[in-house]
Each structure stands twice: as C-alpha cells, then as structure tokens.
C-alpha cells in the first residue's frame, strides 16, 4: 500500500546538526534520522514511504525568506519529486497575500505554521490574514494544534479556538497536526470532530492516544480528512503505521489514511 507521511520535518545540512541538537533538547527525545533532506529519505526508504511533505516553519519574520528559499530548494530534481515542501508565513509578514502567491507561483503545495512558536493564539487577529490569503487561494495550511514543549503553559492552538477559527474562514483547508491537538484529544472529540477540517496522525502513538479514543475521532469525522503523519524526525513512520494498522479501520479507510486523503488534498499522485 503506498503511504504519503503528511508530516516531517528536514533542515539544509549547514544547519541540521544544530537545529536538532536544540530542539531535541527542548523536547527531550533523539531524532530518527539526521534531519537533512537526504536523512529525510533514507528513512522513508527504510520504512517504505513513497513521498513525504516537509513542514518548514519560520519562527521569526527574520528566517522567512531563508526558510522559504530552502523550502522551494527541495523540489529541485535531485529528491525525485518524493519530497513535497510547504512554505511558512510569519504573522509579522506585512505582505502575507504576495509571500503566499509567490510561494504558490514556485510549486509550494502549502504552508506551516506554529502559533506557539510565534506566540500567537490560533484565533488572534495577527493570523487573520494569513488565515484569509489561504482561504483566497484554496491552499491548504497546517498548524500544530494542542500541547508543545515550547509553551507547556499556554496551549496556542486547544481545539476550541481552532473551532472558532474555522467558523470565521469558511471553506478554510485547514490541518490540525496531532490529530487535532496533542494531549487534547476529549476536546478534539468535542469541538473539532465532524467539522470540514484535517488531522494528521503525527505523534497520537508517542503520547498515548488511546486506541478507542481515535477511533471515536475517527468514527465521528469525515472519512477524507484524516492524514497519515510521523513527525520525522521524532518518531518513526513504521511505528505510526503500526499503530494505525492496529485499529482495525479496515482496508478502505487505510487507504484513505495513508495516501488517498492526502492526494485529495495535495492534488497529486503518490507514484
């Protein structure tokens, strides 16, 4: 069965080795791979994943431009199309509807952001405009959604916000990582699911999401809005996989999970 991982994560390889000594630091755990593109794809190999989308995210509105550099970099053809990379915007970014339609005009497929790193809560005005021009230009934008170890005290993007975010953006192609908030799964239950919004699978395993609680978000969600997502480089797509193949959704809604959902989305083919 082909598999697209919905989340992941690469570095240009000047600054893998720092970028992942700090942040596995912050989030104390080892990484899977070294965190270059060309790590990125031995793993894949190694856990049979046919293309994986690379979330760049610039925490600052000084890195915007560089991460947006590295992220067009990645279509080059020495990845062989495997690698599919989003873009970021900053909020700080006065020119948030040009950033996006020139990422677009380059072959971005998406865009990243990360309102705790930012700091910014998911439902703030500074969002807003990033959240309009994506919605203007039908492209898909994935948020990490619930608890992060950058901010164990404040929660930037808890599922009720999110929920406030989609009914003021219509149509908006949202993803909520972690199955809609990690750690926040009752929420995600509660305000998210059944709602015209994506959630990737990226770290439900390695924190604890009870089999019979996903399957309930599952249950009560459409059908085409769950994506297959890791984490790489801190967590190993093969686990994820495990784990998802251990519910026993039945062939079909595999399927839909581990790489119709995201074509769907993406508007591609896995091979």
């Not at 959630?199 to 390695?206: H, N, P, Y």
């Not at 959704?249 to 839909?256: A, I, S, T």
Request: with cysteine.
């Amino acid at each position: 069965m082909r598999i697209i991982d919905f989340h992941t994560h690469c570095f240009p390889p000047h600054l893998a080795p720092k970028a992942l000594s700090k942040l596995s630091e912050n989030i104390h755990k080892e990484p899977e791979y070294d965190g270059t593109p060309q790590g990125l794809i031995k793993k894949m190999d190694a856990c049979g994943i046919d293309k994986s989308v690379v979330l760049n995210i610039a925490t600052n509105s000084r890195q915007e431009s560089n991460v947006n550099a590295f992220a067009l970099s990645l279509l080059g053809d020495e990845y062989g199309g495997r690698l599919i990379p989003f873009g970021s915007v900053h909020p700080d970014n006065p020119n948030v509807r040009d950033t996006i339609k020139t990422l677009i005009d380059g072959g971005i497929k998406g865009i990243k952001i990360h309102p705790d790193y930012t700091g910014h809560m998911v439902d703030s005005d500074e969002l807003k405009p990033i959240f309009a021009a994506c919605c203007e230009y039908g492209l898909p934008i994935v948020i990490h959604a619930g608890w992060d170890p950058v901010s164990p005290s404040l929660i930037h993007a808890p599922p009720e916000k999110t929920a406030k975010v989609l009914g003021e953006f219509p149509g908006l192609r949202l993803v909520a990582a972690h199955m809609g908030g990690t750690l926040l799964w009752e929420d995600v239950l509660r305000y998210l699911a059944g709602k015209d919004i994506w959630f990737d699978t990226s770290l439900a395993c390695e924190y604890g999401l009870n089999p019979d609680l996903i399957c309930s978000i599952i249950d009560a969600h459409p059908k085409d809005k769950i994506l297959f997502g890791s984490d790489g480089p801190w967590s190993c797509p093969t686990k994820v996989a495990d784990y998802i193949r251990s519910l026993g959704l039945g062939q079909k809604m595999e399927e839909n999970i581990f790489y119709k959902n995201a074509e769907a989305l993406l508007g591609i083919t896995a091979v």
